[in-house]
């Protein structure tokens, strides 16, 4: 039931049920709630009341705003002086509510209000929290700006079908959030952001009713294949800085362009995403992390952000490798950025766990190793992050503890810097690890330490190798660790005691990233300059062959499908066959203008390989 006095609305949410009647005192408690305020006109905020116990009495309390809190009585809201409310036997649930009196001035703070309950009048009750606090959002900024604003373009299930720009924004601030946004948009090829936040067909206004989290809206009917170009502005009556990205759904490719994920964020450098249980994650340029939802559907999620995730923006860029996302320390994703900080944040919302600063940092615009991982619930002897420090010099290589971030251990015998990520070695008793670096006051360039017996902590060298200068990573197969130096030269060393060292030498130029492995046979495949190789290692390392690839990516080997793909620099994927490798297919993915396409990931649980491209990631089914 309701009822209405002197301007003050009470409501009770009556339980029925046969619920025993306890012989404890209740306890009182009110809880807090928040409202958009409005630009006119009453707007009812309710505080839940509630009793810890079913009463076998009529339990009425009294309850008023003592005028504590930013917001003006009387001005901001309706104050209340002597309210009251009734609980009847067994009713444990009731309501309080306030009306919120609406504006359209900017108003810069949080404006919040106190409603205390003041004294029990009738029946048997204590007070456990007898104050609550009303947030009342203000929806009249005219400074506000938009984050993280993108767009997720549905794939096409033929070029006659229309489709759907699912567009994606958040604002960060949980306590000022614009409540209004004013998107706008051009189309056709050579299309311009609009540049002023004037309600101008075509455009729509969007109002927020959770204001601090993901917003979306769907533009539908958008034609395949066509570029638009959206702008939005957050605030009101006027407007905060405007927010542009382009966005050109896919055509029809057999179904095979599934989604395109584009944003604002960072420029043209979306890294290669990390596939975890929870999300698709990755890093750009200027240090955000995205969250994406899985899948094939973006009405479904697929390639959204999820709901709850509010994005950690780490300042810094991470380097060339999205989060290590171990699935076994809970939802948590762990990044070392360029500026020598490591992050832990949690995997469901965003929000930062800890972080770490490696000493020394890397030098301005140099590149922090990626972070490699042990862990105990994967046979490990050890729960441990593992990174090396890119400085000129006093360079060290270290241990962190993944709850934490504290320093477990450290090595430092005059290395160079090192970039690449480590690889640990689970079936070597002490546990290893091996990293690559460039020389420093130690020529050396591969290392293998010993990470010590199981409850002990010692970073322990086991040997040292002389190969190339490496920015690229080091992996293990078969009893022999491989990498690529930056003169194109790829080594087999033998992983027991660094001997037996082979070499082949590509002569294209530094190989990327990392040398893949296949599994189930002695190949292992590089990407250079201008080639992809197909290398195999019985009693040497020798080419089986080799192929042209305008600025080939890191390679992918899906064995299953038994295709190795690579990221083309002319925009295009290429799907090679391992066996003889002929590109037996190709596919221009859709950008604005043909861009270099990065290292592609696989969601094996989809069929999914997600390819970066600038401000991109296509989300293509493969094999085509
Ligand atoms: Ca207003
Ligand atoms: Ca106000
Ligand atoms: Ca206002």
């Known amino acids: 039931?309701?009822?209405?006095?002197?301007?003050?609305?009470?409501?009770?949410?009556?339980?029925?049920?046969?619920?025993?009647?306890?012989?404890?005192?209740?306890?009182?408690?009110?809880?807090?709630n928040r409202i958009i305020e409005g630009d006119s006109g009453l707007r009812s905020i309710s505080f839940p009341v509630t009793l810890s116990e079913p009463s076998s009495q009529t339990i009425t309390i009294t309850w008023r705003t003592p005028g504590t809190g930013s917001a003006t009585p009387d001005v901001d809201y309706v104050s209340v002086t002597s309210g009251s409310l009734t609980f009847a036997p067994l009713q444990t649930i009731g309501v309080v509510s306030v009306d919120v009196i609406g504006d359209t001035i900017d108003e810069s703070t949080a404006q919040t209000f106190a409603v205390d309950i003041v004294s029990v009048v009738t029946g048997n009750a204590t007070l456990r929290k007898f104050r609550a606090i009303g947030k009342i959002l203000d929806d009249d900024k005219n400074n506000a700006a938009v984050f993280y604003f993108s767009a997720v373009a549905e794939g096409a299930s033929s070029a006659a079908t229309l489709v759907t720009n699912r567009l994606i924004w958040r604002v960060p601030v949980a306590d000022l959030p614009p409540t209004r946004f004013l998107i706008r948009w051009s189309e056709g090829d050579g299309c311009t952001p609009p540049s002023s936040p004037v309600a101008t067909p075509p455009y729509v206004e969007v109002v927020a009713n959770l204001p601090d989290e993901t917003q979306v809206y769907p533009h539908p009917n958008v034609v395949p294949g066509q570029l638009y170009c959206y702008s939005i502005w957050a605030g009101y009556p006027g407007y905060g800085p405007g927010t542009s990205l382009t966005v050109r759904p896919p055509l029809d490719f057999g179904g095979r362009v599934k989604w395109v994920y584009a944003t604002t964020e960072g420029g043209l450098a979306l890294e290669a995403p990390t596939v975890g249980p929870d999300a698709i994650y990755t890093v750009d340029a200027s240090g955000n992390l995205h969250a994406l939802g899985r899948g094939l559907d973006p009405s479904a999620g697929a390639g959204l952000w999820p709901a709850a995730w509010n994005p950690e923006t780490l300042g810094k860029r991470a380097h060339f490798r999205s989060p290590l996302v171990p699935l076994s320390q809970g939802p948590r994703l762990f990044v070392g950025t360029e500026d020598g900080e490591v992050a832990s944040v949690n995997g469901l919302n965003g929000s930062l766990v800890w972080n770490t600063l490696l000493t020394p940092t890397p030098v301005a615009g140099g590149a922090q190793a990626p972070l490699a991982g042990i862990f105990k619930v994967f046979g490990g002897e050890h729960d441990m992050l593992l990174a090396g420090t890119a400085a000129l010099s006093g360079n060290t290589f270290r241990a962190l503890d993944p709850a934490t971030g504290n320093p477990i251990d450290f090595f430092a015998p005059g290395l160079g810097p090192t970039s690449g990520m480590a690889v640990v070695d689970y079936a070597a008793k002490p546990n290893r690890v091996y990293f690559t670096s460039r020389p420093g006051t130690a020529l050396e360039t591969l290392w293998a330490l010993e990470l010590g017996p199981l409850n002990t902590d010692d970073l322990t060298e086991l040997w040292r190798a002389t190969t190339g200068a490496s920015d690229s990573a080091p992996v293990l197969r078969g009893g022999r660790v491989y990498h690529g130096d930056n003169s194109g030269r790829a080594y087999s060393v033998r992983a027991s005691d660094g001997g037996d060292v082979r070499s082949f030498n590509t002569s294209d130029g530094a190989i990327k990233g990392y040398l893949f492995p296949d599994r189930w046979s002695t190949a292992l495949y590089a990407s250079t300059t201008g080639r992809v190789w197909k290398l195999v290692d019985g009693t040497s390392l020798t080419s089986d062959w080799s192929v042209s690839v305008p600025s080939p990516s890191i390679p992918l080997l899906w064995s299953s499908q038994s295709y190795l793909y690579v990221g083309g620099g002319d925009g295009k994927l290429y799907q090679i066959d391992p066996a003889t490798g002929s590109a037996n297919n190709d596919v221009a993915l859709p950008t604005a203008t043909v861009t270099p396409l990065g290292a592609p990931s696989l969601d094996i649980g989809y069929g999914l390989l997600l390819v970066p491209s600038g401000n991109c990631i296509f989300a293509v089914r493969v094999p085509y």
Do not use: F, H, R, Y
């Not at 006095?5 to 306890?22: E, H, P």
């Open 1 to 32: 039931m309701t009822w209405t006095k002197a301007g003050v609305t009470l409501s009770l949410a009556v339980l029925g049920g046969a619920a025993a009647v306890q012989a404890q005192v209740p306890e009182i408690t009110i809880d807090d």
